[in-house]
């Protein structure tokens, strides 16, 4: 810090000298100016243009639906708890194997867990729940009037 000449009692000047952070600051400005044409790809490359045909491979998709009374069927066919498990351990040795379950809304929650249990006890670690949208949802919840 210098000295402040004006003032009568000779205090320390309370001004910042901005000269050193200006001059860091342009060293960086023409660094990174010069550096930054070396990151780009300078080579121009025209790839050439192949067609060809794209495998999507699905996995295989079993579904699975629970009644509102209780009976469980595999892919339009009814299966009891102990008959479902062995049909998808014959079916899991694909890895790609998924299952979708559609379940009755006024099904008990412990049929579908027992259906859900078959699934694990079988190997298949994909599966999911259907459900339809309700469209007569809000779409946001409004907060205390």
């Known amino acids: 810090m210098s000295m402040d000449n004006y003032g009568s009692e000779g205090g320390m000047m309370s001004e910042i000298n901005v000269t050193p952070l200006v001059d860091v600051m342009l060293v960086l ?3 990174f100016i ?5 990151l780009m790809n300078a080579v121009s490359v025209k790839l050439p243009k192949a067609s060809a045909e794209v495998a999507i491979t699905k996995p295989k998709t079993a579904h699975i639906s629970v009644t509102d009374n209780g009976d469980i069927y595999l892919d339009q066919t009814k299966y009891s708890q102990a008959q479902l498990e062995t049909q998808l351990k014959s079916a899991s040795v694909n890895p ?3 299952v979708e379950i559609y379940a009755d809304e006024k099904v008990f929650y ?3 867990a027992k259906v859900m249990a078959a699934i ?3 190997g298949i670690a994909k599966f999911s729940f259907v459900m ?3 469209v007569a ?3 946001s919840v ?3 009037a």
């Open 96 to 98: 790609n194997y998924a």
């Open 132 to 134: 339809l949208p309700d």
């Open 110 to 112: 412990g049929v579908v």
């Open 137 to 139: 949802a809000p779409k």
């Open 142 to 144: 409004p907060t205390g």
């Open 29 to 31: 400005l023409t660094v």
């Open 120 to 122: 694990q006890r079988a």
């Open 34 to 38: 010069v550096t930054a044409p070396l």
